[in-house]
């Protein structure tokens, strides 16, 4: 069997990456169309080594006959053409913050909560969680099943893709501006990125939090436990690709260190690099490009009963967006979704 799948924004920084994993991981479709806005119409992007796709119009597209749409447009143009496609009988995955708290879209981790799929039909959307939330829960699943999780202490060193390529292109400007003693305007960023870090990701919250760290808190319990109480600092840093996590666990019942790297270690989509010794440990440079979540510096917290640290890192763009919508896409046609064709021959 195979599907018709349409990546909606597929010429910015998660939809060339979305085309890459959904031919790596050689996902079986039919045909691929690339979908952009107006501006990006007859540009080229890459699928696979050898095949490039044509961009056309989002705006006109038909989804009709379109089994999967992987969305990673922005917030407001899902909110116009995800439920326009979902309509049309095409399930979307979409990546961006617009339905990740609609009680009737699920929000899923394909290793934490796939369960929860189940719920598409009632509007054809699936919700792919925020970046920053998908590392911390791959790493919090494990543990929450050994001993619960009662609070979540969590600071985030989040890279400028996430920002999008603008961010990604500020970042090598300003760079490049202080060793060459250009003057240095922020664009994208509030203050200057380069050399500096930034604790502000997306709005502020009238109660002082950003968008970013409410996202972290509700995410965790829709996804995870809706009793976990959860805090958040997120800041930006001078990093391209790759996020990092200080997280400190309280659980309501006793959890060793050792306890929880062997849980770790058996925990899909993880790898543990935990060595009490210099570069025994893994950084966001060292995750660009790979597909799972990174744990280190496991140790406890003495300061209350049951507690724990983790150093938690992960290729954003990958795991924390296009390679998690891809799974999502995996586990819907493994277990829910024929393709179009058949559905239609069938009925």
């Known amino acids: 069997m195979s599907y018709k799948v349409a990546v909606v924004g597929a010429t910015g920084n998660v939809g060339r990456e979305l085309l890459a994993i959904l031919a790596e991981r050689e996902f079986p479709v039919s045909e691929v169309v690339a979908l952009a806005s107006e501006r990006s119409i007859g540009s080229e992007v890459s699928f696979g080594e050898d095949e490039l796709l044509k961009v056309r119009d989002l705006d006109t597209y038909d989804f009709k006959g ?46 934490v909560n796939p369960e929860a799929l189940i719920g598409y039909k009632k509007r054809n959307i699936i919700a792919n969680p925020n970046c920053s939330t998908i590392q911390m829960l791959l790493a919090l699943k494990p543990l929450h099943k050994i001993a619960r999780i009662k609070r979540v202490v969590v600071s985030t ?29 922020p664009e994208h960023f509030t203050k200057r990125i380069a050399f500096n870090v930034i604790p502000h990701i997306d709005s502020f919250m009238d109660d002082g939090a950003t968008k970013e760290e409410w996202k972290m808190v509700v995410e965790t319990r829709k996804i995870l436990d809706p009793d976990i109480a959860v805090t958040a600092t997120c800041v930006r840093v001078p990093v391209f ?16 260190d050792s306890q929880a790297r062997e849980a770790l270690k058996r925990a899909p989509g993880i790898s543990v690099i935990d060595h009490r010794v210099d570069e025994g440990y893994v950084t966001p440079q060292e995750v660009a490009g790979e597909d799972n979540v990174f744990v280190s ?20 763009l990958r795991k924390g967006a296009a390679l998690n919508a891809v799974q999502i896409a995996e586990l819907l046609i493994k277990d829910h979704l024929k393709p179009r064709q058949s559905r239609l021959t069938t009925h």
């Not at 089994?67 to 922005?74: Q, R, T, Y």
């Not at 909110?79 to 913050?97: E, F, L, Q």
């Not at 609609?102 to 290793?111: A, K, M, Q, R, T």
């Not at 690709?241 to 060793?256: P, R, T, V």
């Open 297 to 316: 510096r496991i140790r406890k917290d003495p300061t209350v009963k049951h507690g724990l640290n983790i150093w938690v890192v992960g290729d954003n």
């Open 66 to 111: 379109t089994d999967i749409a992987l969305f990673s447009p922005g917030a407001k143009v899902s909110a116009a053409h995800a439920p326009r496609a979902g309509k049309a009988g095409c399930v979307v995955i979409d990546n961006t913050s617009q339905f990740r708290m609609d009680p009737d879209v699920p929000l899923i981790v394909p290793e």
């Open 241 to 256: 690709i790759g996020h990092a996590e200080a997280i400190n666990i309280e659980f309501e019942s006793a959890i060793s």
């Open 157 to 185: 060193y989040q890279s400028v893709s996430g920002a999008g390529k603008e961010a990604m292109d500020e970042l090598f400007t300003q760079t490049r501006a202080i060793y060459v003693n250009d003057p240095i305007k």
